[in-house]
């Protein structure tokens, strides 16, 4: 068995109906490049090849009611990867907003804690063509935080796909095995008896944290601080209904961007979101004097020898809506990027988590419970939205056969912060995944419409 760690598990204990965290994707996928043909038959038989090199794919949750930490991961004896792939067909015209539609209804469906925490979605008739002749097909992703971060959840995808069609799957890897009741608890009360120890070791790095923080905001050079957002449409308590849109940009004129201005392709991402953003309440009269700020979640694998799936740490950067010239807020961004990268660092890598091992699941439920019902998250939103920007491989990929034409990332949303930007480079483009809850926001086309816009902004001052 393997046990979750605490920031693993924080996001089974955060999990009510209303606000799922599982991640998601949509994946673009020509069939025409299939050794064979496309039939579903073929798709699911390489899947549960492949799947045999990914144990993740494999376990499920386990528990004991004498377990005083944290649940375990143990191998599903019953596997079946029938019960994780389904297969469904758009209605006419098979178009991006049909595949919104029915995305975002699949994004609203709660895992199945009985099983694995995965599933696929094969969508088929996309744009009025057939797959089995070549055509296009959709396949959605659904893989819970618990079990996945950014970085564990592309190498999870690297292993569905290749740079070769015919690419014959990997080796097969063993799982985490069995565990009893018993077992679980035992080991569980162990781990909850050196509880203590470990709370002295974070306490000393915790507190110089807080001392270089201090010494930090005396300098103006600390990070956007947390519950300092402005509130928005978006920063409420959700349902638990979602809705989906998404955008491509070409990756070669953000390069051209980011080249003219002397500063990072994540500044220039940022840039695009804090522009779409500005247009989009500047049209609802909702602009706030004050910035937006987003999180970003920032990946710690390089830094952290803790357990767990999810290495992550994250910070809080300010969009600085509120300047008009696109040119000065890119510029303006880059240094708010570079300020709060240089505070993120000076934190611990594994702070986050080394906190979160400590708090018992209880505690997490009823803290969300209570930030839920006092509607908090409206009056007082930790930060607007959240951002993310996931490198991915610049050379053709394909999965199960198909190419891989486009692939919108989708990150969970929370009370109060009600929006999810995520975008990803893959082979020359820059694919935007916008996620939110239609309560909300109920059409966000015009603001995936406008990251086009925003960029055309940018590149207007290149020249």
């Known amino acids: 068995m393997?046990?979750?760690?605490?920031?693993?598990?924080?996001?089974l204990y955060l999990e009510t109906a209303a606000q799922p965290l599982h991640v998601c994707s949509i994946l673009e996928l020509d069939t025409s490049t299939v050794p064979g043909g496309y039939t579903f038959d073929r798709l699911h038989d390489e899947l549960a090849m492949r799947v045999k090199a990914m144990p993740e794919f494999r376990e499920k949750l386990a528990d004991s009611r004498f377990n005083p930490d944290h649940p375990v991961w143990v191998e599903d004896n019953d596997f079946d990867v029938q019960r994780h792939l389904h297969r469904i067909g758009l209605p006419a015209p098979g178009g991006r907003a049909e595949l919104a539609e029915i995305c975002g209804h699949i994004a609203s469906l709660p895992l199945d804690r009985s099983r694995p925490l995965w599933e696929m979605w094969v969508i088929e008739n996309v744009a009025g063509t057939d797959a089995h002749a070549g055509g296009k097909l959709a396949?959605?992703?659904?893989?819970?935080?618990?079990?996945?971060?950014g970085v564990t959840g592309a190498n999870l995808m690297s292993t569905l796909c290749s740079t070769e069609p015919d690419a014959p799957p990997p080796d097969p890897v063993p799982g985490a095995g069995g565990a009893s009741e018993l077992e679980i608890a035992v080991n569980g009360a162990i781990k909850f008896a050196t509880r203590p120890l470990k709370l002295m070791n974070v306490l000393p790095s915790t507190v110089s944290t807080v001392i270089d923080t201090a010494r930090r905001a005396t300098k103006g050079l600390?990070?956007?601080?947390?519950?300092?957002?402005p509130k928005t449409a978006f920063n409420a308590n959700v349902?638990?209904?979602?809705?989906?849109?998404?955008?491509?940009?070409?990756?070669?004129?953000?390069?051209?961007?980011r080249a003219h201005f002397g500063v990072k392709v994540n500044d220039v991402v940022m840039a695009l979101v804090s522009g779409v953003l500005r247009?989009?309440?500047?049209?609802?009269?909702e602009l706030p004097d004050s910035s937006l700020v987003a999180m970003i979640p920032v990946s710690v694998h390089e830094k952290s020898d803790r357990p767990g799936r999810n290495q992550v740490s994250g910070m809080f950067s300010s969009l600085h809506t509120n300047i008009e010239d696109p040119a000065e807020r890119l510029m303006a961004i880059a240094a708010a990027n570079s300020t709060a990268k240089q505070h993120s660092s000076a934190i611990g890598a594994t702070l986050l988590q080394d906190w979160s091992q400590f708090a018992a699941p209880a505690v997490f439920g009823i803290a969300m419970r209570v930030y839920a019902r006092s509607n908090l998250s409206a009056a007082v939103p930790v930060h607007n939205l959240v951002v993310s920007n996931v490198p991915g491989p610049q050379v053709p990929l394909y999965l199960l056969g198909s190419e891989v034409k486009a692939m919108y990332p989708l990150g969970p949303i929370f009370?109060?912060?009600?929006?999810?930007?995520?975008v990803m480079s893959l082979n020359g483009k820059l694919d935007v995944g916008i996620i939110s809850c239609p309560e909300l926001l109920p059409d966000l086309w015009d603001m995936a419409d406008d990251f086009a816009v925003a960029l055309d902004e940018l590149l207007d001052v290149t020249g």
Do not use: C, W, Y
Request: charge should be neutral.
């Open 2 to 11: 393997q046990r979750l760690s605490g920031l693993d598990a924080s996001f």
């Open 222 to 229: 600390t990070m956007a601080a947390p519950f300092a957002a």
């Open 279 to 285: 247009r989009f309440l500047l049209d609802r009269g």
């Open 415 to 422: 009370h109060g912060s009600g929006l999810n930007i995520t």
């Open 239 to 257: 349902t638990g209904h979602r809705n989906i849109a998404f955008a491509e940009l070409d990756l070669d004129d953000v390069k051209k961007v």
């Open 139 to 149: 396949l959605m992703t659904k893989v819970h935080h618990a079990a996945v971060d």
